[in-house]
């Protein structure tokens, strides 16, 4: 059974001016969707410093398999998720965030300012997702279905891509 954490980045929501309910929405997806145990769920101000702290803790403290983010991916100034995500981590995959994107170019025009993504970090799946509820939980069901295979492969449970 994979491991999942979710961390929300919201100055509002880390200074309890504002409920975080994109993050309930991404664990009721993972529970329903995927089944997979969360091991921690915070909610953060977009802070880099804050944010790289809070990778580190999931993943050399608690050796989670995913990290879930909300919001920080749109184009204000405190937005910074993608970049601090893309310096931390080993690698980009670049074909969650395209996928995501394209597909919700079907349903709004604002898709293409979006900076959703996904990355590796160690044996870690780190994806950006945005930060409205409805956004997030979009994005989410458009990559989901890779998931478990990319987690397969990145932990070594699965050897092959390949189909027989």
């Excluded at 921690?40 to 803790?57: G, K």
Aim: glycine share 8%.
């Amino acid at each position: 059974m994979f491991t999942y954490a979710i961390l929300t980045l919201s100055d509002k929501g880390a200074a309890g001016e504002r409920e975080d309910k994109s993050g309930r929405v991404l664990e009721e997806a993972v529970s329903e969707k995927l089944g997979y145990t969360k091991e921690y769920y915070a909610v953060i101000p977009d802070d880099e410093d804050i944010l790289v702290r809070s990778y580190n803790h999931c993943i050399k403290d608690l050796h989670v398999d995913l990290i879930l983010t909300t919001g920080g991916t749109g184009l204000s100034e405190r937005d910074i998720t993608p970049e601090v995500t893309a310096r931390f981590a080993d690698k980009e995959i670049p074909g969650m965030g395209e996928a995501m994107r394209m597909k919700s170019l079907a349903i709004t025009p604002h898709a293409m300012i979006t900076r959703c993504g996904a990355y590796l970090k160690e044996k870690t799946l780190i994806i950006n997702l945005p930060g409205s509820p409805k956004g997030a939980a979009e994005n989410f069901s458009f990559v989901v279905d890779a998931i478990p295979h990319a987690l397969g492969i990145i932990t070594g449970r699965d050897t092959e891509c390949a189909r027989p």
